[in-house]
């Protein structure tokens, strides 16, 4: 932003002096602007939902669909922390430092983690011009060691242009017991599931409230608000009423949905009439990663079928309930004159995530910890799928089914069933077209140029200072009211992701067949597949043979891309390889840990680690009144956690091990009135068989053993969305079924807790990473 200069008269006597208020008055966006919203879903393929030919019923979708556009080749980077880079800034994800996860930074300018200064937000571009910016629900695009309390706060919403923010900044987190931050602060969440709560109302419930705030003060004002709900990523939580809406519509299979939902999207001018299916295991052995296999229908028994199915029922409950949540915001829009000139956008991140496993799980914290799950202890939660007491994602033949009719899903970048995603354009007062479909190819990095082309705004060449990158997209606004199958302005547009790889050209596409995590390197081997996607939508007939030197050409043109994107280096090493580089942290880990009550929760990745090692908790407690309880440590949740607590005058300390019945416990007798030192030790004796730590936890009262026995931990975390270290209370959900949430600790003060740790570490890193390389 150019600071303007001063045109007053300065004198030494006031009097004499004439004022200029223009430098120091905010800008004003231009009478009329429109508001913009932007609706990001995540973990969606194009075959999901019912505007787009799919069996999740969309109301509120199909209603903006029918007053706007919908597109056939929009597509994403097949991954959500780097697409949502490319809706913040409108450069490719390379350039904004986001080559996958955060979680997975490394010291290359195309892998950092972090949004340089060289790519202004849309944020900034629009608060700087004179609209309100808010920002809701998910972020994860602020690295791993920045979400704490005491971290910096240079890559939070509130630096990158939002005026407010509320969400949670992780790559997924539980519907009912989300953890949240506030602006910059973290918070626990305003009610519990029991009264009502879930994550997708409460965020519409704030978004009203931001709106509405606005305009009492500010009537005129434009806003622009990026509403990214927790929906469909894992784990899948909805309302019972909502999920019994599906129930035995998924009952035929994934095989028999692809079967129906493809010739409703050719139907409805979604993709051409010859357009045929692909397999639902497209790559051959040792390029494909085995978890990402779909195992075949008619192979399942009748359990497995009844199980599947259910884990649909719940997946398209939760994605419909969120829906009627964001139909409040519209429905209030149109109630206050505001919706005509909006600009919605209604879209999702990639295509539909596959990271369940062939079989799925009601406990992903499962699969995460490398830990089997069985179909029997499965079968128990089938009732109560997609309630607080689960946390499931469904198996990978449901992410081929909802990503039809292409090959693979979310995390190939080089096929479209990782990359093409719905996406729905609404603008009354812009759009003359009601209801119609656009094939135009297009990409993430379009909207941010398209917001900017409807709003009368270029980002600057300059911003505070520093030279920008060049906008990578271009804007989609000529597709209003162009013809369906007119040219797109859209020249070129690379795919990179874990060592997979791809470019488009005028219609053409060249894939590269490489296996992510596989650690081969050796990509100048690579394999390349040729489509012709202006007529073979779906990717099926690969012409590598009958057009080499197009293949060669375009194999070229994707080296060009990445010289000057910053793709380089390609990264297909393991999991554990890749989340063992060393990162840079503000505080670097250490063997003790000292808390105190009153604190907000802290959060995993910055919490003391007692994965696979030996542990002590310490607390300095005085208790004053009799009936003293409550929590005094607790981290995790009831899918995997651990906590110190006084109940019935009694010590406890409850080691719940992946929501496995029944919690590893120890108990104290009673404890009177007086000042102790309470607290546990568990010593590592060895790994169990799927790399769980086995040893023995002592419970102590002062310097006195009052309990013992053997107990198992996690190999990985316990959390994966929340629900982070605790003192004085349990935040969000309860570790342990012996006391609720948050289980406030009274009748005494805590002092302190000390945790204190071995340096040395028991870690499975391989089977660790992997688990920490999905959550995105």
């Not at 309302?239 to 299979?253: A, L, Q, R, T, V």
């Amino acid at each position: 932003m150019t600071k303007k200069p001063f045109k007053g008269v300065m004198k030494l006597d006031v009097r004499d002096s004439t004022p200029d208020w223009e430098p120091f008055t905010p800008n004003k966006a231009p009478a009329g602007s429109p508001n913009v919203l932007v609706v990001l879903y995540d973990d969606t393929g194009l075959a999901a939902w019912s505007p787009f030919g799919g069996g999740i019923n969309m109301p509120t979708l199909q209603r903006l669909a029918d007053r706007g556009l919908m597109y056939s080749q929009w597509h994403t980077t097949a991954l959500c922390s780097p697409t949502r880079s490319t809706f913040l800034t409108g450069r490719n994800h390379h350039l904004n430092g986001c080559s996958c996860i955060t979680e997975a930074a490394q010291g290359f300018p195309g892998w950092s983690g972090r949004i340089p200064d060289e790519c202004a937000t849309i944020g900034q571009v629009l608060q700087d011009a004179g609209w309100s910016t808010f920002w809701l629900g998910k972020n994860h695009n602020v690295p791993e060691q920045d979400v704490a309390s005491g971290a910096s706060r240079s890559q939070w919403p509130l630096s990158k242009g939002f005026d407010r923010y509320y969400g949670f900044l992780g790559g997924e987190t539980n519907q009912w017991f989300p953890d949240l931050a506030e602006d910059n602060r973290f918070i626990d969440q305003p009610y519990m599931p029991e009264e009502g709560y879930h994550l997708s109302k409460d965020l519409a419930d704030q978004a009203l409230q931001m709106i509405r705030d606005q305009k009492a003060s500010s009537p005129s004002k434009p806003w622009y608000m990026w509403f990214c709900p927790g929906a469909n990523h894992a784990p899948h939580h909805a309302p019972k009423e909502y999920i019994e809406k599906y129930k035995g519509k998924f009952d035929s299979g994934y095989e028999a949905y692809r079967e129906w939902v493809l010739p409703r999207m050719i139907e409805k001018g979604l993709l051409p009439k010859d357009t045929k299916l692909t397999p639902i295991n497209p790559l051959p052995e040792g390029v494909a990663d085995p978890a990402d296999g779909v195992r075949p229908w008619d192979t399942l028994n009748a359990d497995e079928k009844r199980l599947f199915s259910r884990m649909a029922e719940v997946f398209a409950g939760f994605s419909e309930y969120t829906d009627a949540q964001v139909g409040r915001i519209i429905d209030y829009l149109e109630q206050s004159g505001q919706l005509d000139n909006t600009l919605v956008l209604y879209c999702a991140d990639n295509g539909t995530s596959g990271e369940g496993s062939p079989n799925g799980s009601v406990n992903e914290n499962k699969f995460f910890n490398n830990y089997p799950d069985e179909l029997a202890e499965n079968m128990k939660y089938l009732d109560v799928l997609g309630s607080p007491e689960t946390y499931g994602h469904f198996p990978t033949g449901w992410a081929v089914a909802f990503s039809t009719p292409f090959q693979m899903f979310k995390r190939y970048s080089e096929y479209s069933g990782g990359t093409c995603c719905p996406l729905v354009i609404s603008w009354p007062k812009g759009i003359k077209a009601r209801g119609e479909v656009r094939n135009q190819y297009h990409h993430s990095t379009d909207i941010v140029p398209t917001i900017l082309d409807v709003c009368g705004l270029e980002m600057p060449k300059v911003y505070r200072g520093v030279e920008q990158y060049p906008l990578s997209g271009v804007s989609m606004r000529y597709t209003f009211d162009a013809e369906p199958d007119g040219k797109t302005r859209k020249e070129r547009q690379y795919y990179a992701m874990f060592g997979t790889r791809g470019i488009w050209e005028d219609g053409w596409k060249a894939s590269s067949l490489h296996a992510p995590f596989a650690g081969k390197g050796r990509y100048e081997q690579d394999q390349w597949q040729l489509y012709h996607v202006d007529v073979d939508r779906s990717e099926s007939t690969d012409l590598a043979q009958q057009h080499p030197d197009r293949l060669q050409a375009l194999i070229k043109v994707w080296h060009n891309e990445a010289d000057k994107n910053f793709v380089l280096p390609l990264e297909d090493r393991s999991p554990a390889e890749i989340l063992g580089v060393e990162r840079p942290a503000e505080e670097a880990p250490r063997e003790r840990y000292i808390y105190y009550p009153g604190t907000s929760p802290v959060p995993e990745g910055v919490a003391v680690n007692v994965r696979g090692r030996s542990y002590k908790i310490l607390a300095d407690v005085e208790i004053t009144d009799p009936d003293c309880s409550g929590v005094i440590f607790a981290h995790g949740s009831r899918f995997g956690g651990h906590a110190l607590f006084i109940k019935d005058r009694k010590l406890h300390y409850v080691y719940n091990f992946l929501g496995i019945k029944p919690e590893q416990k120890l108990v104290s007798g009673e404890l009177k009135p007086g000042k102790y030192t309470l607290g546990m030790e568990f010593i590592r004796e060895k790994a169990g068989p799927h790399g769980e730590s086995l040893g023995k936890a002592t419970l102590y009262v002062n310097e006195n053993i009052v309990a013992q026995g053997g107990m198992r931990t996690q190999l990985g975390k316990f959390t994966l969305s929340g629900d982070g270290l605790c003192i004085g209370r349990d935040s969000g959900d309860a570790v342990s079924e012996a006391y609720t949430a948050p289980g406030a600790f009274t009748g005494g003060t805590i002092l302190f807790v000390a945790v204190t740790v071995e340096a040395a570490q028991y870690l499975d890193l391989e089977k660790l990473a992997a688990a920490a390389l999905a959550v995105d």
